[in-house]
C-alpha cells in the first residue's frame, strides 16, 4: 500500500485488493481469529503511515501496533472487527493520509475503527506509554473523609461566601427564601 498516493487516487467503498478473509468472519473467538495474516500486514502498513516514528516516539511498527497491540484492542472491542475489515479492503493499496481523511465521508464507520484500533493499540504498547509517562490505569483507594489541599487553596470561599443557593422544581411554587 502506497503512503505516496496522492490526493487524486479515488476512494470508494470495495475497490480495495480483494476480500478479507478474517476479519469480522465467522463467529469472535479470539483476537487472534480475528485477523488473518494478510490483514494483519495491511493494517501494520496503514498504521505505519498514520503513527510514523519521531525521535522520541516508536513507530507503529515499533509499538507492536499490528501484533500484540491489535490484538488487544480487538480483545477489548471486537465489535471494531468488521468495520475494520471494511476499512482495510476498501482503502487498500490507495491508502495515503489524504485518502483517509476523505474516506470518512464514504465509511464513516470503518474510518473510525481504523483510526481507534491503530491508536488504542499504539497507546497500549507498554514502550510509548513509558514515553509518554502514562503507566496505564492504576487502582488507588479513595477515602472520603481524607483532608483535601484544595479546601486550604480557597477554591471553595466563593461558594461558602456566596451562601445557599436554589430554585424550587416547575409547579412546586414559590418559596420564602428560594434563590434568583
Do not use: H, K
Request: negative net charge; contains cysteine.
Amino acid at each position: 500500500m502506497s503512503a505516496g498516493a496522492g490526493p487524486e487516487a479515488p476512494v470508494s467503498a470495495g475497490t480495495g485488493p480483494g476480500p478479507v478473509t478474517g476479519i469480522g468472519a465467522g463467529p469472535v473467538t479470539g483476537a487472534e481469529e480475528m485477523v488473518g495474516e494478510a490483514e494483519r500486514a495491511a493494517f501494520g502498513r496503514m498504521a505505519e503511515v498514520m503513527l510514523p516514528g519521531t525521535d522520541t516516539m516508536p513507530s507503529a511498527g515499533r509499538a507492536g501496533v499490528p501484533g500484540p497491540g491489535l490484538d488487544e484492542v480487538l480483545e477489548a472491542r471486537p465489535d471494531l472487527a468488521e468495520p475494520l475489515g471494511r476499512a482495510l479492503r476498501d482503502l487498500g493499496d490507495s491508502f495515503s493520509l489524504e485518502n483517509l481523511a476523505r474516506y470518512l465521508s464514504v465509511d464513516e464507520e470503518a474510518y473510525a475503527a481504523l483510526t481507534v484500533c491503530a491508536a488504542a493499540a499504539y497507546y497500549l504498547s507498554p514502550e510509548v506509554r513509558d514515553q509518554i509517562g502514562y503507566p496505564g490505569q492504576e487502582a488507588r483507594s479513595f477515602d472520603p473523609y481524607e483532608y483535601v489541599g484544595w479546601i486550604d487553596e480557597g477554591l471553595l470561599d466563593p461558594v461558602t461566601e456566596r451562601g445557599p443557593i436554589w430554585r424550587r422544581p416547575p409547579g412546586d411554587g414559590p418559596a420564602e427564601g428560594d434563590g434568583p
